[in-house]
Structure formats: C-alpha cells, structure tokens
C-alpha cells in the first residue's frame, strides 16, 4: 500500500529581536527538521517586512516560506514544534490543492 503525500506550504515570522545569527539558525533548523521528515521543495526566504499589527511589541518581521511534501501526520507535528519555539511570532501551515 502506499503512502498518501500532500502538498503543503508553510509561512512562518521570526522575532528581529535576537539578532540575524539567531534567525538564520532557526530557518536552518526548520529547513534540517523538513528535510528529514518530508520532501522540501523550495524555501524562499521573503526577509524583513513591516506587520500588519504589533506582534509582542514588535513591529517587523523575518518572513520565510517553506514548500513541501509528506504524509498527513507531519503538517501537525511541525506546528507544535512552531508553538514551542522561541523566536517565532507567527506561523500558518497550508495544505495545497492538487
């Protein structure tokens, strides 16, 4: 039997406030932590923008979005590893239409 693989797309919004080391470490995990768990199919980097509204009294933030590929469960492990990090202000996990 085989498996069932989704597409999805990530966008997730680091914190500025512990400095560039700090973000480019946390997108390295995010991208190592896909990889070994699903197909990564692009990681664009989208870099500072401006919120739409403070976000724990921070008014801008790192944008990077993630596409990928994997089985069902993944999508919701993901986003309880995204709640318990620090330095992530938001982050949405989208399955995508075939």
């Known amino acids: ?20 080391d700090a973000i480019s470490d946390l ?6 932590l896909i ?16 919120l739409a509204y403070m976000i724990n009294k921070e008014a801008e933030g790192y944008y990077v979005l993630f596409n990928f590929t994997c089985e069902p469960k993944f999508p919701a492990e993901l986003d309880r590893i995204y709640k318990i990090t620090d330095g992530i202000l938001r982050s949405l996990i989208v399955k995508k239409e075939n």
Do not use: P
């Open 35 to 50: 990889e070994k768990n699903a197909v990564l199919d692009s990681c664009d980097e989208w870099g500072k923008r401006k």
């Open 1 to 20: 039997m085989q498996s069932v693989k989704n597409a999805y797309e990530t966008v997730v919004v680091f914190s500025l406030k512990n400095g560039e």
């Open 27 to 32: 997108v390295q995990k995010f991208k190592d």
